[in-house]
T-cell receptor, first 116, second 111 residues
């Protein structure tokens, strides 16, 4: 089974440019999560979707950040305009609702973003 | 104060040692507790999860939860160099979908 697929794996761009990160969740999963990981702050939840609908975007740092999920197999996280402090590793994760019990989140391998 | 506190390490132990990793938390609503392992340049992968208080064992790994103290632990017996990674604790309230993570403890197991 293919896991969560993220692209690109690495992105280096100049300040002010638009950045688009992409995620393909595991087929059949109905939850999708976007995280940001830095040394200082650890893993922070930015936004999550259920059945393609954004449920909680309280972790999105600023209006420069936006996320979409046009269908069950694709999501994007966009930063426009980008700033050096946005440099981090961005992870996408997906999970499947079950009747009860924990639903583990499965993570992609991340996009390492550097804003110069 | 963060909801979940975790010593960042690094923690260096010799091969074969018993490793103890810990997290404390402040939110009494947390009921599900997880440990994720993250290798360098990879995403976190779920290692263990427990519900409420108690112990859970899986091979060389044991997870413990003490809700009265708001303290969780992961023990690794007979540690191996392949256990070298960052270990993140995570937790959530019963009906919540989102996880709250610790910042991770970096573990190095040396030969």
């Amino acid at each position: 089974d293919a896991g969560v697929i993220q692209s690109p794996r690495h992105e280096v761009t100049e300040m002010g440019q638009e950045v688009t990160l992409r995620c393909k969740p595991i087929s059949g999963h109905d939850y999708l999560f976007w995280y940001r990981q830095t040394m200082m702050r650890g893993l922070e939840l930015l936004i999550y979707f259920n059945n393609n609908v954004p449920i909680d975007d309280s972790g999105m740092p600023e209006d420069r950040f936006s996320a979409k999920m046009p269908n069950a197999s694709f999501s994007t996280l966009k930063i426009q305009p980008s700033e050096p402090r946005d440099s981090a590793v961005y992870f996408c994760a997906s999970s499947l609702t079950r009747f009860r019990g924990n639903q583990p989140q499965h993570f992609g391998d991340g996009t390492r973003l550097s804003i110069l | 104060q963060k909801e979940v506190e975790q010593d960042p390490g690094p923690l260096s132990v010799p091969e074969g040692a018993i490793v103890s990793l810990n997290c404390t938390y402040s939110n009494s609503a947390f009921q599900y507790f997880m440990w994720y392992r993250q290798y360098s340049r990879k995403g976190p992968e779920l290692l263990m999860y427990t519900y409420s208080s108690g112990n859970k064992e899986d091979g060389r790994f044991t997870a413990q939860v003490d809700k009265s103290s708001k303290y969780i632990s992961l023990f690794i017996r007979d540690s191996q160099p392949s256990d070298s990674a960052t270990y993140l604790c995570a937790m959530k309230a019963g009906t919540a979908s989102k996880l709250t993570f610790g910042t991770g403890t970096r573990l190095q197991v040396t030969l």
